[in-house]
């Protein structure tokens, strides 16, 4: 949410330095990167394409071979959230394509990919984190009795507030690399003053 402005308006000529965005500029910005660099996020999202279709042919083969509800609720837990885990996956490659870019220019899928394997495990460990809290309490396995309906009501404005403020916890391990639960106080501090700003953008985003 970021725009780099006259970089001579620094001491170092080097270092370009930032305003805040509007959600038309990051549509702007977003749609000039892609167009710029097509081919590389053309790679990218065959990645997550390959990654989904593999993920399918296998719930799908663990339904036919299921014969208790038990376990074909089980199933689909993990679908759900091999679903989130890709988008993350994913999500993680393309941050760290899009700083390549930035500070390097034109950069190609196997050096964003060799620079996220780098950092793989601290970005596993706080996408577990926040799959875990973001997830749990849609889980079929929960069942959906009254208790448990009215658990998920009373956790949604907690949960909210959690998943805005850490948000950013990819980028900070991505590129600032801290480990799992420093990212998450990280990211939570970014988003402190602004936190409904980023929530809207990132509403209109997801429904755009």
Known sequence: MLN???????????????QPMGLGGILDSTLSLYRNNFRLFLGIAAIYFVLIA?????????LEKSDTPNLEGFIFDVDTVLDGFISMLVTGILVVACSEIYLRGPVTIQIALRRFSSRFLGYLGASLIYLFVGY????????NSSLVNLFRIGFFPFLCFYLIS???YGPVVLLEEPIAVQALGRSKRLVRGTWRRVFGIILAITLF
Request: glycine share 2%; hydrophobic share 55%.
């Open 4 to 18: 780099s402005v006259n970089a001579s308006k620094t001491d170092n000529p080097q270092m370009p330095t930032f």
């Open 54 to 62: 593999a993920q399918e042919f296998i719930v799908v083969f663990l």
């Open 166 to 168: 850490w948000v950013f």
């Open 136 to 143: 749990m309490w849609m889980l079929d396995s929960l069942g």
